[in-house]
């Protein structure tokens, strides 16, 4: 018998598909219950919405729009080359000819123009004719469009779209920031709310199932029971609307974020501020050296300036000075053509105006309406900003007055629940009165949470109206010289 074996029947197809269900199911039990739930710091998620967010994508897109309006302006200026070439034919002769031009305009108005051609005709009898030529044209425009003032103000005012355009763009990575801290503090709320909620729905059904058991004996009565049920109820109703308001505002979070709305992630505790604040006057000097809508009324103040000068020069003579030298070479050979034995030269003025110039007299009555609106405009702005910085720091000393109180409230109302424990272990306190305390310190513990969140958003905010939120460029900031 001990050498004998016993055969292994094969399994069926169903057997097999019974065992793979079965461990199938067991795998995706134990990846279900081992999955964590990864907590997002306020970091990371600020790090994602400046990186993903769409807005700002379109922004971006914006600013090189600007960026390359910016470069077609400069290339009024550029060096440029001109090649030419033609033919022609008639009844006697028959003629072509080629070159090439160089042109160039510089800051102050001058035109520089450079041109070499070759050309031959051949007439009707065989004989042909080769002409040679070189020319340098000046063009220097005097009185009215003379300088960099009005011939760079083109260039000048496309830099300032692109830095009003930096300027959004960076404004609105700050509002952003800002609106992040808002509901990423709401989310950290709305947790702390629902975790309080599912500790009092916990609570609550043992204090059902104990007063049950206590009916039973007589020791409490049908009354007792259905309270602590409605209470229960409550409790529940309480906890399903905050987890539905939780993932609403981790949906808007994950919206702004670039992730997809339906990722299961909570919010980290938030960092806290433990600086002292700055002074009114600190604090709106700080404005005044950062904010990016005061350096763009700033900006377009001086643009207007400018304008207003620009416009001041439509009633100066428009002249332009030309000069033009040029040699010519002809002859029956090509090399002979070559020599340039021609020479002829030309000076001469031209001239355009006006009179009246009643165009140029309304656009430099509308510049200096636009200079003024633009003196009120940094004016009222200044003054938003000075309010601005006084409720932010009023706002930071309120929260933190209330944060000192509501730990102070926490603190007692944690020693009344020892209390109330204490004293239902010795027979002299209800159930009722233990869960009374209880609420109580779950709600001071909620308080000073939501206190803690609120100075969080209050620092924040101070930052948003200082300008201080983000790293700004240098360049878009308020020169110093008009703050």
């Given amino acids: 018998m001990s050498g004998l074996r016993r055969k292994r029947r094969p399994a069926s197809w169903a057997a097999w598909t019974a065992r793979l269900c079965v461990f199938l199911f067991l795998v995706g039990l134990a990846a279900f219950a081992g999955e964590d739930i990864r907590a997002i710091s306020l970091d990371e998620t600020l790090a994602a919405v400046l990186k993903n967010n769409r807005q ?118 700050a509002d952003l920031v800002l609106d992040t801290v808002e509901r990423y503090e709401m989310l950290l709320r709305l947790q702390s709310r629902a975790e309080r909620a599912r500790d009092a729905v916990k609570r609550l059904d043992g204090l059902c199932r104990l007063l049950a058991v206590r009916e039973r004996q007589g020791r409490a009565s049908r009354l007792d029971v259905l309270r602590a049920e409605i209470q229960l109820g409550a409790a529940r109703f309480r906890e399903a609307s905050l987890e539905e308001e939780a993932r609403a505002c981790r949906a808007g979070i994950a919206e702004q974020a670039g992730w997809d709305p339906g990722d299961a992630w909570v919010a980290g505790p938030s960092p806290r501020f433990t600086a002292e604040l700055p002074s009114a006057e600190s604090a709106i000097a700080t404005c005044l050296s950062n904010r990016l809508d005061y350096a763009q009324v700033l900006q377009d103040r001086a643009d207007r300036e400018r304008g207003v000068a620009v416009a001041s020069r439509g009633s100066w003579p428009d002249i332009d000075l030309v000069w033009r030298y040029q040699e010519r070479g002809q002859d029956a050979a090509a090399s002979g053509a070559l020599t340039l034995d021609e020479n002829t030269w030309f000076v001469g003025i031209s001239a355009g105006s006006s009179w009246p110039s009643y165009g140029e007299r309304r656009a430099l009555q509308s510049a200096i ?115």
Avoid at 77 to 92: E, H, K, M, T, W
Avoid at 93 to 100: E, L, S, V, Y
């Fill in 369 to 483: 309406i636009e200079r003024q609106s633009a003196d009120l405009r940094v004016a009222a702005l200044a003054a938003v900003i000075s309010r601005q910085a006084h409720e932010s720091l009023s706002e930071c000393r309120r929260v933190r007055s209330q944060l000192e109180l509501s730990e102070k409230t926490y603190r007692l109302a944690r020693e009344r629940l020892v209390l109330a424990r204490k004293l239902f272990e010795m027979g002299r306190a209800d159930s009722f009165s233990v869960a009374a305390a209880a609420d109580e310190h779950q709600e001071a513990e909620g308080q000073w949470l939501e206190a803690v969140s609120g100075e969080t958003v209050a620092v924040y905010r101070l930052m948003h109206v200082m300008g201080t939120l983000l790293d700004h460029p240098p360049e878009l900031k308020p020169p110093a010289a008009a703050r």
């Fill in 56 to 173: 700002l994508k379109l922004m971006e897109a914006a600013l090189d729009l600007s960026r390359i309006s910016e470069e077609s302006a400069r290339d009024g200026r550029r060096p440029v080359l001109r090649p030419a070439a033609g033919a022609q034919s008639a009844d006697d002769q028959t003629a072509m000819q080629a070159g090439i031009g160089f042109a160039q305009k510089t800051a102050i108005g001058t035109e520089v123009g450079l041109g070499l051609s070759a050309g031959r005709t051949e007439l009707k009898d065989g004989a042909r004719i080769y002409q040679d030529a070189a020319l340098v044209e000046l063009r220097q425009p005097l009185l009215r469009r003379f300088g960099t003032l009005v011939n760079l103000e083109a260039e000048r005012l496309a830099g300032s779209r692109t830095r009003a355009a930096m300027r959004e763009l960076e404004s609105k990575k």
